[in-house]
């Protein structure tokens, strides 16, 4: 009904960028939300930068100096711009998104695309 796909991770060596994308497709009447979550092995997936139909936006506090994210509401796209990339930064990246389909239910569902390998090497 949804699908989210990701793209843009890839293998960088510290202090280099990133900018990660992910566009969602299917039944959609409404994206009122989207965000980029990473998640490792020895950590629970954390939020990483999230915005909103209207533009608003929330950062991590640990990549916050270092990112932008961006919504391109007529391509149904979000994109984060990842700069002076650590070792840290390491994970697998995950699009979500808030989204009402077209439906009698005017409710949003969190959907999430497969994810994109980040490796940042020191």
């Known amino acids: 009904q949804v699908q989210l796909l990701e793209s843009g991770g890839g293998l960088v060596q510290s202090g280099g960028s990133l900018r990660l994308s992910c566009v969602a497709s299917?039944?959609?009447?409404?994206?009122?939300?989207m965000a980029w979550y990473r998640q490792s092995p020895g950590k629970q997936r954390e939020l990483v930068a999230w915005?909103?139909?209207?533009?608003?936006?929330h950062y991590a506090d640990s990549v916050k100096a270092r990112s932008t994210i961006y919504l391109h509401d007529s391509e149904n796209t979000m994109s984060l711009q990842m700069n002076t990339l650590k070792p840290e930064d390491t994970g697998i990246y995950y699009c979500?998104?808030?989204?009402?389909?077209?439906?009698?239910?005017?409710?949003?569902?969190?959907?999430w695309g497969q994810g994109t390998q980040v490796t940042v090497s020191s």
């Open positions: 979500n998104a808030a989204i009402v389909v077209n439906s009698g239910n005017y409710l949003s569902s969190p959907y």
């Open positions: 299917g039944n959609i009447l409404k994206i009122n939300s």
């Open positions: 915005i909103s139909a209207g533009h608003s936006t």
